[in-house]
Nanobody
């Protein structure tokens, strides 16, 4: 399984970005997907997640407290793609953003529970 993230860049505070992640797996719709981020010197942290097509997490979205209200995660299973729209960006959002997938049926915010990882896309927010 390969995940290819894109959409990062340099943006001014208050701006928006839409990150995309394309997965090369036929069972994409059965995977719980998540976005994480990692700033220099910091641990990787959960940003947002979205449930699989079926199972306990079906139809559910999950957000970290710092992203709640200014981000939207979505997926298009016909395109094997998960998206993360981030609005009202802040300088502290600067980090490498990673998409990840898991085969478990129960949602998790822990990076160690995710099996598949993309290469990351850099988001830099200037003040």
């Amino acid at each position: 399984v390969q995940l290819q993230a894109s959409g990062g860049g340099l943006v001014q505070a208050g701006g928006s970005l839409r990150l995309s992640c394309v997965a090369s797996v036929r069972t994409f719709s059965e995977k719980i997907m998540g976005w994480f981020r990692q700033a220099p010197g910091s641990e990787r942290e959960f940003v947002a997640g979205i449930g699989a097509r079926i199972g306990w997490s079906s139809g559910q979205t999950y957000y970290s407290d710092f992203m709640k209200g200014r981000s939207t995660i979505s997926r298009d299973n016909s395109k094997n793609t998960v998206y993360l729209q981030i609005d009202s960006l802040r300088p502290e959002d600067t980090a490498v953003y990673y998409c990840a997938g898991m085969s478990r049926s129960i949602f998790s915010r822990r990076p160690t529970d995710y099996t598949y990882w993309g290469q990351g896309t850099q988001v830099t927010v200037s003040s």
